[in-house]
């Protein structure tokens, strides 16, 4: 039996990542243990499947064809930033979407067929782009304060033409993430 570590995403454009990178850098001028995300590592997750038998994988990609088929391509708004699970106990930094209803929907939809495969319905779904975890409670009210600092920090739009099978390997160094399948919409 052959796995991989699999999750569903929406990967960021090229473009809006130099203004994330902006907010990752006023972070990092706070004397305080943050593991960064990689900025060619960002990206919106649908699903996080973890490790699923690889005989499995074509009933997983005909699911998430028909429901990927439904829909046109849209667009998001990326904006503000937060944590989980508040301000107050910061474990992960993110950045937010803007008028999310669309892809709430393609998230209900597609969690629907993940559930018919076997996999655990999602019990809350965010839409955010992970930036930051915390790795220290030091100077956390500097971090509190630059989170609220961009809360309402405008990034960019993006259309949403394409979601992503990946796989992820983690390494040392962090970890690597690589296309199974991309599903256009």
Not at 139 to 159: A, D, H, L, P, R
Request: glycine share 6%.
């Amino acid at each position: 039996m052959s796995e991989i570590r699999a999750f569903l995403a929406i990967d960021l454009d090229d473009d809006l990542k130099p203004k994330i990178n902006k907010v990752i850098r006023e972070f990092k001028k706070i004397d305080t243990r943050i593991k960064y995300v990689e900025l060619q590592n960002l990206h919106l997750t649908l699903k996080f499947f973890g490790d699923i038998d690889t005989n499995g994988l074509d009933v997983l990609k005909d699911a998430i064809s028909r429901v990927v088929s439904e829909f046109e391509p849209f667009n998001i708004k990326i904006k503000g930033c937060g944590a989980f699970p508040n301000t107050n106990r910061i474990k992960v930094i993110w950045v937010g979407i803007d008028d999310d209803t669309v892809l709430k929907e393609l998230h209900d939809k597609l969690d629907k067929e993940f559930v018919k495969l076997g996999f655990d319905k999602d019990k809350k779904f965010s839409t955010h782009l992970t930036i930051g975890r915390m790795k220290s409670g030091k100077n956390k009210n500097q971090v509190k304060s630059t989170i609220e600092e961009f809360e309402e920090f405008e990034i960019g739009e993006m259309e949403v033409n394409s979601i992503s099978l990946k796989k992820s390997k983690l390494t040392p160094a962090g970890p690597i993430y690589d296309d199974v399948e991309i599903f256009e919409l």
